[in-house]
């Protein structure tokens, strides 16, 4: 089977002790390719399949750029590094507060979707923008580096994300800012309302789910691949490639055990940090 295991492990971080899901090194690296198999795909048709990502969370951003980037603005150049950037979001996003000395660095997993982002980007002349091909668990850059780290919608899609905020915490200046958003909240998903809520919204085929054609093509790269050995639903490809999503773990329920909590990954990962917003 592709999908992970249910059983849960403590693991002590800087003094706290949290529960994961156990799953194996052999399982992660399947998790992991069947996210690049799946964005290779969609990545021509991701803006879009999904302007949740692209519409919804402007006026956020612009709030952002104004209070990080224009109000600190001192003459130097910001160093900003996105981790996941797909298509380009976060930098277009904040295009315009993003000026000719910074430097901005789109880093993903697919060459496909930063494929797509520099042709979103490539000729908007915003920035110096840099384009990296890598996985996130080993960020290739010196310690120290950047001004902002963004990690947008990335991490309900890993197994374990430990290795990737560890690193986004060295690769950071020491009075930098790091974002972490559009992430599912473990804690709103607690309440049977809220779940009830969610599986009513998706029993209306309003949830997110992938075209015939998408999953002929997924299923395709996955057996070339070894990844699976029969051709996987819809449902199954997005229960994997959505690994902590509450609402993509069957095709009406929505999980409670699934999704992040936001003061849980401050106080573990980055606890002498000053919270901005939560």
């Known amino acids: 089977t592709v ?23 052999e399982e992660r690296d399947k998790i992991k390719e069947f996210n690049r198999v799946f964005y290779e795909v969609e990545a021509e048709i991701y803006d879009d399949r999904h302007p949740e990502v692209l519409e919804g969370n402007q006026d956020w951003w612009n709030a952002i750029g104004e209070e990080l980037l224009n109000a600190t603005r001192n003459g130097e150049g910001f160093r900003i590094l996105d981790v996941g950037s797909g298509t380009g979001f976060v930098c277009h996003a904040l295009g315009k507060y993003l000026k000719t000395p910074d430097r901005f660095i789109c880093y993903d997993l697919s060459p496909a979707m930063l494929m797509e982002a520099r042709k979103k980007l490539g000729t908007t002349n915003i920035c110096n923008i840099g384009y990296y091909c890598g996985e996130s668990d080993t960020l290739p850059f010196k310690s120290g580096t950047f001004d902002l780290v963004t990690i947008n919608a990335l991490l309900h899609h890993l197994s374990d994300y ?117």
């Open 3 to 25: 999908y992970p295991g249910d059983k849960l492990y403590a693991v002590t971080e800087n003094g706290k002790t949290i529960l994961r899901k156990k799953v194996s090194k």
């Open 162 to 278: 430990a290795p990737l905020l560890k690193e986004a915490d060295r690769v950071l200046k020491k009075d930098g800012h790091i974002i972490i958003a559009h992430e599912p909240n473990k804690l709103f998903f607690a309440s049977p309302v809220a779940r009830l809520g969610a599986s009513f919204y998706k029993m209306l085929g309003l949830g997110k789910t992938l075209t015939d054609e998408m999953q002929v093509l997924v299923n395709k790269e996955l057996r070339r691949k070894g990844l699976a050995d029969q051709d996987l639903s819809k449902d199954e490809i997005l229960r994997v490639v959505e690994f902590n999503s509450p609402v993509e773990q069957s095709r009406v329920a929505v999980s409670k055990d699934k999704g992040l909590i936001p003061q849980e990954l401050i106080d573990t990962y980055f606890p002498g940090y000053q919270v901005v917003e939560l």
